[in-house]
T-cell receptor
Framework: NAGVTQTPKFRILKIGQSMTLQCTQD?????MYWYRQDPGMGLKLIYY???????DKGEVPNGYNVSRSTTEDFPLRLELAAPSQTSVYFC???????????????FGSGTRLTVV | SQELEQSPQSLIVQEGKNLTINCTSS?????LYWYKQKYGEGLIFLMM?????EEKSHEKITAKLDEKKQQSSLHITASQPSHAGIYLC???????????FGKGTRLSVIA
């Protein structure tokens, strides 16, 4: 099983450019998440989805957009990139509530983004 | 103020020594997750605690959740270089909302 796959692994963007961070999972998980990790700051939730067609904002959604057209894919779109969006981005998935939460989240290996 | 506090922020231990990392919540936890992150990589799920007073072990790592369900500790016995990395706790406050993570504890194990 591939688990959660993120692409690209590294990217350098110029201020004002746009890009999409790809995330796909092959575990048939309903729940998917996008977090960003800044040095010494832990993980901050950007957006999450409880199923295809349903998305919701997290703690730091400004400057980002998401869509969830299929169970497998949860892309994160950056519009008009800013230096403050320099970070490591992690996508994760989980089985959901109840017993599904016993197994925690499965994380991708991350996308390291630099905006210059 | 931060909902979830981890301490210490960083830790350097000699190989073979024991260590403890703490995670304290300002609110009662529904569940508490521990993850390990190797430098430059994603997070690996270690353990999940849900009941007050619960304790779980995996190899040389033991995690506990206090009776009040507001504090958890992660204890590593006889540390090895393979234990080095960043340990993060993740709080589940309701059972159906995304996890809130602490800032992490960076562990280095030296020979």
């Amino acid at each position: 099983n591939a688990g959660v796959t993120q692409t690209p692994k590294f990217r350098i963007l110029k201020i004002g450019q746009s890009m999409t961070l790809q995330c796909t999972q092959d575990m048939n998980h309903n729940y998917m998440y996008w977090y960003r990790q800044d040095p010494g700051m832990g993980l901050k939730l950007i957006y999450y989805s409880v199923g295809a067609g349903i998305t919701d904002k997290g703690e730091v959604p400004n400057g980002y957009n998401v869509s969830r057209s299929t169970t497998e894919d949860f892309p994160l779109r950056l519009e008009l990139a800013a230096p403050s969006q320099t970070s490591v981005y992690f996508c994760a998935s989980s089985r959901g509530t109840g017993a599904g939460r016993l197994y925690g989240y499965t994380f991708g290996s991350g996308t390291r983004l630099t905006v210059v | 103020s931060q909902e979830l506090e981890q301490s210490p922020q960083s830790l350097i231990v000699q190989e073979g020594k024991n260590l403890t990392i703490n995670c304290t919540s300002s609110k009662t936890l529904y569940g508490l997750y521990w993850y390990k992150q190797k430098y430059g990589e994603g997070l690996i799920f270690l353990m999940m605690l849900q009941k007050g007073g619960e304790e779980k072990s995996h190899e040389k790592i033991t995690a506990k959740l206090d009776e009040k369900k507001q504090q958890s500790s992660l204890h590593i016995t006889a540390s090895q270089p393979s234990h080095a990395g960043i340990y993060l706790c993740g709080a589940d406050y309701s059972g159906n909302t995304p996890l809130v993570f602490g800032k992490g504890t960076r562990l280095s194990v030296i020979a």
